[in-house]
């Protein structure tokens, strides 16, 4: 079809872009045994799907719908994490999921029964220290709710859990950046993360940024798996789709009042923050 026959609004993907995106996803893969696994709530249009699914590992979720999205349309392993499950979210997505990450320890004590032997068993972590423009998405900030500060660990739990998740950039560009954060992670976190199998570094890591050091990035978290003996794990959202899309809209008013204000038949997209 003629781009100009489609009914605006929508969104016009590039899937040579994309997949460029997804070759330097595919690269840090392959140098450092990271793990990839897609965040839903960043980008789920399950349109593109086939187009992704063979470059990442599997999908990350903010919530149960996500996660059967993720199990349904993209396959792969398929992490489940809520800043808050009822039980009933947690006995849905026990079976369907291969990764099921609790936000604080007294979600995991009250439900862990339902999922073990279902799934690989995980704990949000809040590291304290962070790299995000957004306050809301910042689990260093005070009050935050995201993940278990290291003062409040009962160090029992590692023994009966398999992973951590820790997530605490937001468009981060700046590799050496990360690799403090890593290094501040495996200072603070060490003891405990060497009795675990995987470790996921959450999203926010934006890799495919023109001029980012994949190379670098690759070499830390390849060092930080074997220091810890961990399966790493990130969880990009943002940096598998940007540049790749665009939002067509049509001009359906010019409104003057000093200055010209376009009006558009669509709202700006409005991301919702429920991490
Ligand atoms: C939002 C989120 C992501 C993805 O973040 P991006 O900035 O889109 O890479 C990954 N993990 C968790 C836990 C999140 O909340």
New binding site residues.
């Given amino acids: 079809m003629n781009k100009s026959q489609l009914k605006t609004p929508y969104f016009m993907i590039n899937e040579s872009k994309l997949i460029e995106n997804l070759e330097k996803a595919k690269h840090l893969k392959e140098i450092s045994g990271v793990k990839l696994v897609l ?1 839903l ?2 980008f789920s249009t399950w349109g593109v799907f086939d187009i992704i699914k063979p470059y990442l590992d599997g999908s ?1 979720s ?1 919530g149960p719908f996500e996660v059967k999205l993720g199990h349904e349309a993209f396959g792969g392993e398929t992490h489940a ?1 809520s800043v808050g499950y009822t039980e009933d979210d947690v006995r849905e997505v026990a079976d369907i999921c291969d990764k099921m990450i609790f936000n604080s320890q007294s979600q995991l004590a009250a439900y862990r029964h339902i999922v073990e032997g279902k799934a690989s068993l995980g704990l949000r972590l809040n590291p304290g220290v962070s790299y995000a423009g957004q306050d809301l998405a910042n689990p260093a900030r005070k009050y935050s709710r995201l993940g278990v500060q290291a003062d409040h660990i009962d160090s029992s739990v590692f023994d009966s859990i398999d992973g951590v ?1 820790f ?1 605490m950039n ?2 981060n560009k700046d590799v050496d950046a990360f690799i403090g954060l890593l290094d501040a992670i495996s200072e603070q976190f060490g003891d405990h993360l060497d009795k675990l199998d995987w470790v996921s570094m ?3 890591v934006f890799f495919t940024w023109p001029g980012y050091d994949i190379d670098k990035l690759g070499a830390a978290l390849k060092a930080f798996s074997e220091k810890h003996g961990v399966q790493m794990y990130l ?5 598998i789709i940007t540049k790749t899309t665009d939002l067509v809209v049509t001009v359906v008013d010019i409104v003057e009042n000093e200055k010209k204000t376009a009006i558009v038949n669509s709202a700006t997209e409005a991301t919702v923050w429920i ?1």
Avoid: I, V
Avoid at 235 to 239: D, I, R, S
């Fill in positions: 965040a709530k960043c990350t903010s994490y998740m997530h937001c468009e959450g999203g926010g969880e990009p959202g943002e940096a991490r």
